[in-house]
């Protein structure tokens, strides 16, 4: 199906798939063994825009457009999840630091993100508050000219080896009585536990639960204003919707491609399975949802280009996309026979993973409340 895209954005898709073919598939079965995530590979690819690309030149980016980052993020997907949840992490963490952050946070931490020096994570989950953001119920509690953190947050992306965060924690002060305010956590200043969390999906992500009993962090560690932390950790969680879908695309697409060349290659009763009419089927369905889902995931990022709000767009684009990535996934592995339950062939590593981009950034069912209370006008989110 055509997308339009110009000759520039065909040609950077293309670029940016040799570079990962050549450069990163050889090596994903053995880094997902390990557990491994090559963040060299995040220096490699900072050129083509993937980390924090769609941010301005001024603070380290190249001015993309959604669009374009959008190519990019399908292509991460295309060739592997946890590449894809790296680049969206590293985009979140800059992109919050770029809207929110001091002079000095910027240097600090904004800078070598960009350079790909340092990473971070966002940490919201908590292990009693997952969809529900505005209830959890980590505290920062002013003292002088510090904050005191006491509180648990799970499933953290690169938890385990970041070397800060931005953590979401309600704050109490002369002037904040328990709203949401975002915090800049340095793990060499204010260590925190780690506890590695084993997950079925992104498995190369060293996901982790992260435990604060009475962490110090200096005021200045404040990201944007006091108890305006909602309202700037929705918006990043819209971007990342994006991201998922982008990456849902990438992952379908890949699914598509490893099927019917199986499909001409494979053959019983002595005809290739790809003559069988049932196996054409599943092909052509799988052709079918990658497309819609491309569509729907490219009318987001392009909402956001045109400065619209986009949550709805997103949302349909996340809800959409990551459940047809798993379905044509789920077809993948049944085109493909026992080997689709083989390691080496990536096909399992595909349909777990799209089954894990249901979850993080809001569930499908907290998506479908989203889009529901946008074309009702009534909430059904408690
Ligand atoms: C691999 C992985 C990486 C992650 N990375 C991060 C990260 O880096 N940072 C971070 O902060 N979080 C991260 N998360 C957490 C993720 O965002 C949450 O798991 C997700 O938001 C859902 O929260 P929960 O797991 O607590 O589920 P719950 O909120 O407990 O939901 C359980 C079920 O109830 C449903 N439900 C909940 N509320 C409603 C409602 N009002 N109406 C209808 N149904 C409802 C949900 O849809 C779901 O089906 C990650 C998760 C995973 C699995």
Not at 45 to 61: S, T
Not at 98 to 121: A, F, I
Not at 318 to 323: E, G, P, V
Request: overall charge negative; hydrophobic content about 40%.
């Amino acid at each position: 199906m055509t997308h339009y895209l110009s000759a520039d954005q065909e040609y950077l898709k293309e670029t940016v798939r040799k570079f990962l073919s050549r450069n990163l598939d050889p090596y994903i079965t053995d880094y997902e063994r390990r557990g491994h995530f090559p963040f060299e590979i995040m220096k490699d690819i900072q050129p083509f825009g993937m980390v924090g690309g769609i941010l301005d030149e001024a603070h380290g980016g190249m001015d993309l457009s959604f669009t374009e980052w959008t190519l990019l993020v399908e292509e991460a997907g295309y060739h592997w999840a946890s590449l894809r949840a790296a680049v969206n992490n590293a985009s979140g963490v800059s992109l919050l630091l770029r809207e929110l952050g001091t002079k000095s946070q910027k240097q600090e931490y904004l800078e070598p993100v960009m350079k790909c020096e340092r990473q971070g994570w966002v940490g919201i989950t908590e292990p009693d508050h997952g969809s529900n953001v505005a209830g959890i119920e980590t505290r920062a509690v002013k003292q002088g000219n510090s904050y005191i953190i006491t509180g648990s947050k799970v499933f953290i992306t690169f938890g385990q080896w970041a070397d800060f965060g931005i953590l979401v924690a309600k704050t109490f002060s002369d002037t904040c009585d328990g709203k949401l305010s975002l915090f800049i956590v340095d793990k060499d200043s204010s260590p925190y536990i780690i506890e590695p969390v084993e997950t079925m999906i992104l498995r190369s992500t060293g996901t982790a639960l992260l435990s604060f009993d009475n962490v110090k962090v200096p005021s200045s560690s404040l990201l944007g204003r006091e108890g305006e932390g909602l309202k700037s950790i929705l918006s990043s969680l819209n971007k990342g919707r994006l991201n998922l879908a982008a990456g849902s695309v990438g992952y379908a697409q890949a699914a598509l491609d490893k099927s019917i060349e199986y499909a001409k290659t494979r053959k019983q009763f002595n005809k290739l399975i790809g003559e069988f009419q049932l196996i054409q089927d599943k092909i052509v369905e799988m052709q079918i949802r990658t497309d819609a889902s491309r569509a729907l995931t490219y009318n987001a990022a392009r909402a956001l280009d045109e400065g619209k709000l986009s949550r709805v767009e997103c949302s349909i684009a996340k809800l959409y996309a990551t459940r047809a990535g798993f379905e044509v996934a789920d077809m993948a592995m049944e085109v493909h026979g026992g080997i689709g339950y083989a390691t080496d062939m990536g096909i399992e590593r595909i349909f777990r993973d799209s089954k894990g981009a249901m979850i993080p950034e809001g569930t499908s069912n907290i998506q479908k409340l989203i889009i529901g209370r946008e074309l009702l006008g009534i909430s059904a989110l408690l």
